[in-house]
């Protein structure tokens, strides 16, 4: 999520928060909060979210990012606190191409991008099942720890 501050003052230190809820219920499922220290006016910064959870639901969620979740910086405008993003699949980690279940295909695919960062051409972000920024041992070491697990 990327935060910025469009006003005119710097801010003090405020919190950011991702709560992860089922598509078709109110329960939250998942929460987490990251500290942002002192944004600048005018500047704006990336603040990054891993959220591993086992959903007790199959099927889509609903992810919600708000800023200044804690109240705790005042400002004039505050209805641009809050982002949505619908209809976010959860899926079995190690589920690389996303067809509901950890096999062989999904090594192939961490295969085709064996030891490639980001930089590297046959970089592929869902083989870095990790989110360490390298696909390796690791990687495939967590695939395996799901294989044959499913879905639907």
């Keep these: 999520m990327i935060v910025a501050n469009n006003g005119t003052a710097d801010s003090s230190a405020f919190y950011v928060k991702l709560e992860v809820y089922w598509i078709s219920g109110s329960v939250t499922e998942a929460t987490q909060e990251i500290l942002v220290l002192n944004l600048t ?3 704006s910064t990336t603040v990054n979210f891993t959220s591993i959870f086992n959903p007790t639901h199959t ?3 609903r ?3 708000t800023a200044d979740s804690r109240g705790e910086v005042f400002e ?3 209805t641009n606190n809050v982002s949505q993003l619908d209809n976010a699949k959860a899926t079995v980690i190690g ?3 996303s ?4 096999n062989i295909v999904d090594a192939t695919v961490m295969g085709l991008a ?3 960062t980001p930089l590297d051409p ?3 972000i869902k083989a870095d099942v990790n989110h360490d920024g390298k696909v390796d041992l690791l990687d495939a070491a967590r695939l395996s720890d799901h294989w044959r697990e499913s879905w639907s």
């Design 59 to 61: 099927g889509y969620y």
């Design 76 to 78: 004039a405008d505050e």
């Design 63 to 65: 992810l919600t990012a």
């Design 99 to 102: 067809d509901q279940t950890v």
């Design 122 to 124: 046959q970089w592929n």
């Design 41 to 43: 006016a005018g500047t």
């Design 114 to 116: 064996w030891n490639a």
């Design 95 to 97: 589920d690389i191409n």
